[in-house]
T-cell receptor
Framework: KAGVTQTPRYLIKTRGQQVTLSCSPI?????VSWYQQTPGQGLQFLFE???????NKGNFPGRFSGRQFSNSRSEMNVSTLELGDSALYLC??????????????FGPGTRLLVL | GQQLNQSPQSMFIQEGEDVSMNCTSS?????WLWYKQDPGEGPVLLIA?????ELTSNGRLTAQFGITRKDSFLNISASIPSDVGIYFC?????????????FGKGTRLSVIA
């Protein structure tokens, strides 16, 4: 069974631009979570989607948004990029609904560099 | 927010040595997960623990769910160079409803051949 895939793997943007990252979960997995990872802050939860609905949200500004499609694929968008948004963005999928406390499986991440 | 205290932050060991790292919290957890992350890659699940006292092995790796449900440890026996990476613990709080996974800050392991 294929794992979680994320595209693109690497991205360079300039301040003020916007970016869209994509995540395809493991087949049969319906929950998708997004995390931001930086050396200083570690893994920080962005949001979680299930059945095309955002079920949980971390403490990030409104510039960070996401969505999920009917096939469980998910995208996240960051608008008006800032230098501090440079990070590894990780997507993780799990089988069931939020609150089921199921094991999450991570993709390889998208490395975003904002200049 | 809720924090997991993971220690040590980093360790340098000789190839062939055993390694031990742990995560502790003041709160009770239902599930403990251990992940390994290689540079530039996403975390890979090593071991999942679901019951207090559970001891689970995956090759040279062994992890335990603490009896108090507030801690977990990971042991690596006879370390090899490919064990290099960052090891994360993560857990789901008991009675947390929809609260997402809580992560430790990681243990960076370096193996000297």
């Amino acid at each position: 069974k294929a794992g979680v895939t994320q595209t693109p793997r690497y991205l360079i943007k300039t301040r003020g631009q916007q970016v869209t990252l994509s995540c395809s979960p493991i087949s049969g997995h319906r929950s998708v979570s997004w995390y931001q990872q930086t050396p200083g802050q570690g893994l920080q939860f962005l949001f979680e989607y299930f059945s095309e609905t955002q079920r949980n949200k971390g403490n990030f500004p409104g510039r960070f948004s996401g969505r999920q499609f009917s096939n469980s694929r998910s995208e996240m968008n960051v608008s008006t990029l800032e230098l501090g948004d440079s990070a590894l963005y990780l997507c993780a999928s799990s089988r069931g609904r939020p609150g089921a406390q199921e094991t999450q499986y991570f993709g390889p991440g998208t490395r975003l560099l904002v200049l | 927010g809720q924090q997991l205290n993971q220690s040590p932050q980093s360790m340098f060991i000789q190839e062939g040595e055993d390694v031990s790292m742990n995560c502790t919290s003041s709160s009770i957890f239902n599930t403990w997960l251990w992940y390994k992350q290689d540079p530039g890659e996403g975390p890979v699940l090593l071991i999942a623990l679901y019951k207090a006292g559970e001891l689970t092995s995956n090759g040279r790796l062994t992890a335990q769910f603490g009896i108090t449900r507030k801690d977990s440890f990971l042991n690596i026996s006879a370390s090899i160079p490919s064990d290099v990476g960052i090891y994360f613990c993560a857990g789901y709080l008991r009675n947390s409803g929809n609260t997402p996974l809580v992560f430790g800050k990681g243990t960076r392991l370096s193996v000297i051949a």
